[in-house]
């Protein structure tokens, strides 16, 4: 058991906005976390302070062991895999797939003139093998589909080893098909003993991949509920979060929810 976050009575504003409030959160090294609620609940804001890209206006983030604010965060941003759309956005469109992967091992996106080992190729074909892309190495980013954009993105997030992997909002934008793809990846990398700790960020129950362990529930930069999984996905909780009543419904590990 090692503690890889630990959240105590963060606030965070922008301005006079609070966007996160009274926040008190840890995470354990063999714990994978589903961060559910609805848009502008501050999610993303979450993952920004989780992976050492914010600080807190109030409060302490401890990342790693680590204090925000009293520790190098450059240093502890390699030791944290993070992927959003943010920063997809700064791929450039005529990178190979390889190099998408290769390039996270120096926290850069777009090759130049970094020196790359054998042994950074070597990993970066086995974590895109590892995600059924082996066959797209030379591939232009550009010309994938978004499912495999999203699986390739989800490789190069792994590439420095991380303790801790964050998704934000992985399976947005994806088919029917491409989404359970990838819930199926992400739920055999949350099974295996040997993973980081995981949090993944989404608005849909819809999206929690099967081995995923807690739960946390934001509404207006408030926790609602937090806790194992079962225990805190729950119609009441999530009637709260999303403020409207909410059927949900459990079926062999995957859940729908609807308008009650
Ligand atoms: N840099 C910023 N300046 C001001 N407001 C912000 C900023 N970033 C986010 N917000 C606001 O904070 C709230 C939470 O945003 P975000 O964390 O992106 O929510 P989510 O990811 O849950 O949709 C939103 O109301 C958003 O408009
Ligand atoms: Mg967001």
């Not at 993105?153 to 098909?177: C, F, H, K, N, V």
Request: net charge negative; glycine share 8%; no cysteine.
């Amino acid at each position: 058991m090692t503690e890889v976050l630990t959240f105590t009575g963060v606030q965070l504003r922008r301005g006079d906005n609070p966007i996160l409030r009274d926040i008190d959160w840890s995470v354990d090294s063999s714990e994978r976390w589903v961060v559910l609620g609805p848009n502008g609940a501050g999610k993303t804001t979450l993952t920004n302070l989780a992976s050492a890209r914010m600080h807190p206006s109030e409060g302490t983030v401890q990342v790693l062991g680590e204090t925000l604010g009293h520790t190098d965060t450059q240093d502890l941003r390699t030791r944290v895999g993070l992927t959003s759309a943010a920063l997809a956005d700064r791929i450039p469109d005529d990178e190979t797939v390889r190099d998408v992967v290769m390039t996270a091992a120096y926290g850069v996106t777009g090759r130049w003139r970094e020196e790359y080992e054998q042994v950074d190729e070597t990993r970066a074909e086995n974590l895109l093998a590892a995600f059924g892309m082996q066959s797209f190495t030379e591939r232009a980013f550009w010309t994938l589909s978004e499912g495999e954009r999203k699986r390739v993105q989800i490789a190069r997030a792994l590439m420095t080893d991380p303790e801790l992997l964050i998704l934000d909002e992985p399976a947005a934008g994806l088919d029917l098909g491409g989404r359970e793809e990838l819930l199926a990846a992400l739920s055999e990398l949350a099974g295996d003993r040997r993973s980081p700790a995981m949090i993944m960020v989404t608005h849909h129950v819809e999206e929690i991949p099967p081995n995923f362990t807690h739960a946390l529930l934001l509404r207006e930069g408030r926790v609602i509920a937090q806790g194992p999984l079962h225990q805190t996905v729950t119609s009441a909780n999530l009637s709260q979060a999303y403020d409207m009543p909410v059927a949900l419904h459990a079926h062999q590990g995957r859940w729908t929810a609807r308008k009650a």
